[in-house]
């Protein structure tokens, strides 16, 4: 089975960066989502990391720490619309499509 | 740009009563999938399909879950006899591919919301 933590919430301003941190524990780990969730609709699809490191993608970023367990979406230039839950996601071995999800970070942004 | 189609985005329904969630996944996806979200709560694997056969399911997905794939292009999930717990969002998703180059990412649809009395 699999534990994946994140936080239940984080509030930060209009233009500020915010760092959702996720860990997880799994056994043949085959790689890390994230995705953004607004309420009442679909998640979509964020970032993938499966090797360690940084992955860029405009306003958004995600880390992966293998040996730690370890994710972390950074949130750049935050804007009103980003407020929504954001989900952390770990894909377990040859496990087509099965992704264990993580209960959330809902972020909301104050002007 | 591509999307996951789902019929209906509400559905009310007597406890005990069959329902059936229908899907389009995208046009040149080859695995399909169901998930759900009870309110508050994760989101939470259902089944995965391909090739026209189940390829793994949760420990939710018990006999009173089924899924089809009619036609070429609808995906269904049938629960036979609703029961109360089973109120939830019920999302399908289709991916590309399960893995290798591409990063097998699932493409969720707008969700179906369930609700049993």
């Known amino acids: 089975g699999q534990n994946i933590d994140q936080p239940t919430e984080m509030t930060a301003t209009e233009g500020a960066i915010v760092q959702i941190n996720c860990t997880y524990q799994t056994s043949g780990f085959n790689g890390l989502f994230w995705y953004q969730q607004h309420a009442g609709e679909a998640p979509t699809f964020l970032s993938y990391?499966?090797?360690?490191g940084l992955e860029e993608k405009g306003r958004f970023s995600s880390f992966l720490s293998r040996s730690k367990g370890y994710s972390y979406l950074l949130l750049k230039e935050l804007q009103m619309k980003d407020s929504a839950s954001y989900l952390c996601a770990v894909r377990e071995g040859d496990s087509w499509g099965k992704l264990q999800f993580g209960a959330g970070t809902q972020v909301v942004v104050t002007p | 740009e591509p999307e996951v189609t789902q019929t209906p985005s509400h559905q009310v329904t007597q406890m005990g009563q069959e329902v059936i969630l229908r899907c389009v996944p995208i046009?040149?996806?080859?695995?399909f999938y169901w998930y759900r979200q009870i309110l508050g709560q994760k989101v939470e694997f259902l089944v995965s399909f391909y090739n026209n056969e189940i390829s793994e399911k949760s420990e939710i997905f018990d006999d009173q879950f089924s899924v089809e794939r009619p036609d070429g292009s609808n995906f269904t999930l049938k629960i036979r006899s609703t029961k109360l717990e089973d109120s939830a969002m019920y999302f399908c998703?289709?991916?590309?591919?399960?893995?290798?180059?591409?990063?097998?990412?699932?493409?969720f649809g707008e969700g179906s919301r369930l609700t049993v009395l």
């Open positions: 990391n499966v090797l360690d």
């Open positions: 998703a289709s991916s590309q591919t399960s893995n290798g180059p591409n990063t097998g990412e699932l493409f």
């Open positions: 046009s040149n996806h080859l695995y």
